[in-house]
């Protein structure tokens, strides 16, 4: 496998951080008067196993599709005041990602779900490959970031 040589300096991430946290961050928390979440944490193998289920759902739909034509997409999202189960209620308003599988057709990246032949490349139906469930700071402790 080719090393994708993902290096960027701490500098530019705190940099990066440092702009999230003074613009957008202050702006949802002083205007929706909540202490909104600044990080999200997913565990490696939810990771791993959401990007091999991609792999085979969309192996199993099409067997033409290449690794190359297939990605994740990252909505921003927030949940709902009330929460519905399992989502505790400590993530009430606060801001989210929810993954998304995406297909390359024309040298574009549709969402994809693979789940419907007809539909493919439209989220439509009544369920679609995705992933939300990772731990949000704040609620979660503050002390086992760097940035």
């Not at 297939?70 to 921003?76: A, N, Q, S």
């Not at 709902?80 to 990602?97: D, M, N, Y």
Request: glycine fraction near 4%; hydrophobic fraction near 35%; charged fraction near 25%.
């Amino acid at each position: 496998m080719e090393s994708l040589n993902a290096k960027i300096s701490s500098e530019i991430i705190q940099n990066l951080v440092d702009n999230y946290r003074s613009n957008q961050l202050k702006y949802i928390n002083e205007n929706l008067g909540t202490d909104d979440a600044h990080s999200i944490w997913f565990d490696f193998v939810t990771l791993k196993k959401f990007i091999t289920e991609i792999e085979e759902a969309a192996q199993s739909l099409d067997s033409s599709i290449s690794e190359e034509d297939l990605g994740v997409r990252f909505y921003y999202a927030a949940y709902p005041e009330v929460p519905q189960e399992p989502i505790p209620q400590s993530f009430s308003k606060k801001h989210t990602l929810v993954m998304v599988p995406t297909k390359k057709v024309d040298g574009l990246n549709y969402d994809f779900n693979p789940f419907e032949e007809e539909n493919a490349l439209a989220i439509t139906g009544r369920m679609a490959l995705a992933q939300n469930h990772g731990d949000l700071v704040p609620p979660g402790p503050t002390n086992v970031e760097s940035f």
